[in-house]
């Protein structure tokens, strides 16, 4: 017999973001404008970053941008360079348990 699967409401995905201290904040602080780079790029992360160090639901935060493979902006205090190597770590680990 199959288990039966458990619809949750689609609000429960986003609750969290109620939460949010950006909320209400510029966005051009945790997205990249275009032809960013370099010290410029570093600045604007590093603000953004210390925006989401007083957030209480930033472990939510980032754990929803992992999961969903977010390629842009801050979440959770984690940069988009930082999410791509943690995905990479984790197909990394991954594929090596796959050896056996
Ligand atoms: S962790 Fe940062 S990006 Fe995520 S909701 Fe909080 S302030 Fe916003």
Redesign the pocket.
Same mark, same amino acid.
């Given at each position: 017999m199959r288990a039966k699967k458990r619809i949750r409401p689609l609000a429960d995905l986003w609750e969290w973001?109620t939460e949010?201290? #950006?909320r209400g904040l510029d966005g051009a602080v945790?997205y990249s404008p275009a032809g960013e780079r370099g010290s410029e790029r570093i600045r604007r992360e590093d603000r953004?970053r210390s925006? #989401?160090q007083a #957030?209480t639901?930033?472990e939510k #935060?980032?754990l929803f941008a992992l999961a969903l493979g977010e390629p842009y902006g801050?979440?959770?205090?984690l940069t988009e360079a930082e999410r791509r190597h943690i995905a990479r770590q984790a197909q990394a680990g991954q594929t090596a348990g796959r050896g056996r």
């Open positions: 973001q949010a201290a #950006c945790f953004a925006v #989401c #957030c639901v930033r #935060c980032a801050v979440w959770g205090g």
